[in-house]
């Protein structure tokens, strides 16, 4: 293992996230690792997947689509998964056109901020199932908030979150798993995580189930955890400088 390398810098992840865990009394078990492969090569899929890791994030529903068909075709050829298959995410703004395509492979997505893209994504499922495209019966969604209230960068409104999380209550195919949120621009992440963690105390009054919470990136993580955090979304630290474009 190169001081430099993916097993290095995925092993150092782990050795973070099992620190911060340790800081906030709190099991490794309660936190999973999603790898952000936004850009990044299906051979650096591979090197993941042979390392153990099958949960992975992705921004662009193309991109996404790509990789899993071909990570399916060289498992097919070398059985890379060894059995245990991988789960893939959309972590990224999600526009409504899209959610018939991301219905077929996400198995959740931490980008639902409107009504609209809840209606899309049920929508998606039951045509998916419909047309045996999909296996799963359920698609998890987190509801993704905007703490500050400037919903540019994605994101509803705190106010506006218990009545989206009745309305994928409602949805047919659809399972609420709790909330998501990337901190404000220039805010401190402390204060930030902590709005997110006492918004998903009020949530949970009225939707007990939906108990998790997607926080933390590679520059916050450990205070996402402090935090309560039950997901890191984590790439940099891992892959290294993002891409400006994808690479095949």
């Not at 078990?29 to 949960?55: I, Q």
């Not at 019966?137 to 506006?160: C, N, Y």
């Not at 939707?207 to 997607?214: F, G, K, L, T, Y």
Request: proline content about 3%; glycine content about 8%; charged content about 25%.
């Amino acid at each position: 293992m190169t001081e430099n390398s993916i097993a290095s810098r995925y092993q150092e992840t782990c050795d973070r996230i099992a620190a911060a865990c340790k800081k906030a009394g709190r099991s490794c078990d309660d936190v999973t690792l999603m790898v952000v492969t936004k850009f990044h090569p299906l051979s650096d899929v591979l090197e993941l997947v042979r390392l153990g890791v099958r949960n992975f994030g992705e921004n662009r529903e193309q991109e996404a689509r790509q990789k899993i068909h071909d990570l399916h075709h060289r498992d097919a050829e070398e059985n890379i998964l060894s059995g245990i298959p991988a789960e893939w995410s959309m972590i990224g703004q999600l526009q409504r056109n899209k959610c018939n395509s991301v219905a077929r492979w996400a198995s959740s997505v931490h980008s639902v901020d409107s009504a609209r893209l809840v209606t899309g994504l049920s929508r998606g499922m039951q045509r998916a199932l419909d047309e045996g495209e999909r296996v799963e019966e359920t698609l998890g969604v987190f509801l993704q908030v905007s703490l500050d209230g400037d919903t540019a960068r994605g994101g509803a409104k705190e106010e506006e979150i218990f009545s989206l999380a009745d309305y994928v209550d409602d949805a047919d195919h659809l399972l609420l798993r709790g909330l998501m949120a990337v901190p404000p621009l220039h805010s401190d992440a402390d204060w930030a995580f902590s709005q997110l963690y006492n918004l998903s105390q009020k949530l949970q009054v009225d939707h007990p189930h939906a108990a998790e919470i997607s926080a933390g990136m590679s520059g916050d993580m450990e205070k996402a955890i402090a935090h309560g955090s039950t997901c890191v979304r984590i790439g940099t630290a891992i892959l290294g400088p993002r891409p400006t474009h994808p690479t095949q």
